[in-house]
């Protein structure tokens, strides 16, 4: 089992900037990637995010270029470094981890971005 706690989450006017932390603990061995996924109200959860143990990283168009996802092997976390923050930026940020083919998700963290 593989438990992820998330922090950092909050309300930041546009154009801000905000970090999210992903803390991983437990069976950790073998993870395959570390990402960062995102729901709107009335939206599908979608990808913001992902970080590969090779050291690849993938992002959606919509955040390529202000986002930058990254890790702390150390502290067995994960971040999300979210600039020039848009109101449609505005979620609940999910923490993801893969591991032998089981996705294991976080409860989400609340980002909120005022125009």
């Known amino acids: 089992q593989v438990q992820l706690v998330e922090s950092g989450g909050g309300l930041v006017q546009a154009g801000g900037s905000l970090r999210l932390s992903c803390a991983v603990s437990?069976?950790?061995?073998?993870?395959?990637?570390m990402g960062w996924y995102r729901q709107a109200p009335g939206k599908q959860r979608e990808l913001v995010a992902v970080?590969?143990?090779?050291?690849?990283?993938t992002y959606a168009a919509s955040v390529k270029g202000r986002f930058t996802i990254s890790r702390d092997n150390t502290k067995n976390t994960v971040y999300l470094q979210m600039n020039s923050l848009k109101p449609e930026d505005t979620a609940v940020y999910y923490c993801?981890?893969?591991?032998?083919?089981?996705?294991?998700w976080g409860q989400g963290t609340q980002v909120t971005v005022s125009s």
């Open positions: 993801n981890v893969n591991k032998a083919l089981v996705g294991y």
């Open positions: 437990g069976s950790i061995f073998s993870i395959n990637t």
């Open positions: 970080l590969t143990t090779g050291g690849s990283t």
